[in-house]
T-cell receptor, first 114, second 119 residues
Framework: AQSVTQLDSQVPVFEEAPVELRCNYSSSVSVYLFWYVQYPNQGLQLLLKYLSGSTLVKGINGFEAEFNKSQTSFHLRKPSVHISDTAEYFCAVTQSPGNTPLVFGKGTRLSVIA | GAVVSQHPSWVICKSGTSVKIECRSLDFQATTMFWYRQFPKQSLMLMATSNEGSKATYEQGVEKDKFLINHASLTLSTLTVTSAHPEDSSFYIC???????????????FGNGTRLTVT
């Protein structure tokens, strides 16, 4: 079985500062990893995904994440955050490229302070 | 790009009534759709997998008689919360993967969710 751990439930950060949202996963097989963002009362928007290849993945809105197999991590980073980045961020994993659902972490609330 | 439309976006109903939530894939066919439930400030929990033309697969602990799922076409799945109670109040989100382009690794596309409040 797979699981995802997002170590920080809340991360406050000042505007224009860098941020890292942590995500660790557990799986006995190869995995595919995703980061989604959720704004209040909305669905999820895909930020980026790791399927294979380069371990550094660039996504939308200036976010990037690095897949680290030895540490079973997939941390999300942004060098300079904006007020508009305030949202809930979810890390998710699936073990199959087939038609299987995602398993989500509990989410990290990013609050950007002016 | 692929879009999943969910309707209604919010609904308030009285205890004991039933509520239907629709999930449509607007520009692609989805043989499988997933229904998630999200409690306030918590993660998304998979409720069931909706399969076109067959019975849905429910996760452990989810009452299939309470949360009726129908996937009658390749573009529409519905979730009906029967005899709703206040504890059913939650945010329900559907998702689907676009298989039309034979891209097995394509990510899930999510609807914007339905906020259900049972009074």
């Amino acid at each position: 079985a797979q699981s995802v751990t997002q170590l920080d439930s809340q991360v406050p950060v000042f505007e224009e500062a860098p941020v890292e949202l942590r995500c660790n996963y557990s799986s006995s097989v190869s995995v595919y990893l995703f980061w989604y963002v959720q704004y209040p009362n909305q669905g999820l928007q895909l930020l980026l995904k790791y399927l294979s290849g380069s371990t550094l993945v660039k996504g939308i809105n200036g976010f990037e994440a690095e897949f680290n197999k030895s540490q079973t991590s997939f941390h999300l980073r942004k060098p300079s955050v904006h007020i508009s980045d305030t949202a809930e961020y979810f890390c998710a994993v699936t073990q199959s490229p087939g038609n299987t659902p995602l398993v989500f972490g509990k989410g990290t609330r990013l609050s950007v302070i002016a | 790009g692929a879009v999943v439309s969910q309707h209604p976006s919010w609904v308030i109903c009285k205890s004991g009534t039933s509520v239907k939530i629709e999930c449509r894939s607007l520009d692609f066919q989805a043989t499988t759709m997933f229904w998630y439930r999200q409690f306030p400030k918590q993660s998304l929990m998979l409720m069931a997998t909706s399969n076109e033309g067959s019975k849905a697969t429910y996760e452990q602990g989810v009452e299939k008689d309470k949360f009726l799922i129908n996937h009658a076409s390749l573009t529409l799945s519905t979730l009906t919360v029967t005899s709703a109670h206040p504890e059913d109040s939650s945010f329900y989100i559907c998702s689907a993967r676009d298989w039309a382009g034979l891209i097995p690794n394509s990510p899930l596309h999510f609807g914007n969710g339905t906020r259900l409040t049972v009074t």
